[in-house]
């Protein structure tokens, strides 16, 4: 327990109406309210609020409760910034969603970015770009 709010870290996410599932770094808990919490690099990528965006989709589904913003801490400048979850956002992670399950229905990955999104990618290692699309052998 936190100042006036419960506060779990790595918590496991799922929605079986959007066929989710995932973990958020953090979720803050207030009178029963769930608050996602993301930690990245920057945190100033669309991705990064459709991220959140999906995580809160998840909560509502879990909570059956309204889940109105989240915070995305931006590690390089040690800062918290408030994502509000607007019906703008909600759309362009429902658009992501149905893309990734269309994608996962045809069984076929998109080609990878192999641009300035690679440098601060968790999945670098393994996806190596460079070399999946011939431009560095
Ligand atoms: S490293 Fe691979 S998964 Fe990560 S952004 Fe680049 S292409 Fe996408």
Not at 22 to 33: I, P, Q, R, T
Not at 104 to 116: G, H, Y
């Amino acid at each position: 327990m936190e100042d006036g709010y419960e506060l779990y870290r790595s918590m496991e996410l799922w929605s079986d109406e959007l066929r989710l599932h995932g973990y958020a770094d953090a979720v803050e808990l207030h009178s029963g309210v769930p608050v996602p919490i993301e930690h990245k690099r920057t945190g100033r990528h669309d991705a990064d609020r459709q991220q959140l965006c999906a995580q809160a989709l998840c909560l509502e589904e879990m909570y059956e409760a309204s889940v109105d913003h989240g915070y995305l801490v931006d590690r390089t400048r040690h800062r918290r910034v408030r994502v509000s979850f607007d019906g703008k956002l909600r759309a362009r992670t429902l658009q992501t969603i149905a893309e990734l399950h269309a994608m996962l229905a045809e069984a076929v990955l998109p080609p990878p970015a192999t641009d300035a999104r690679c440098r601060n990618c968790s999945l670098i290692h393994s996806c190596l770009p460079q070399l999946t699309t011939g431009t560095k052998r």
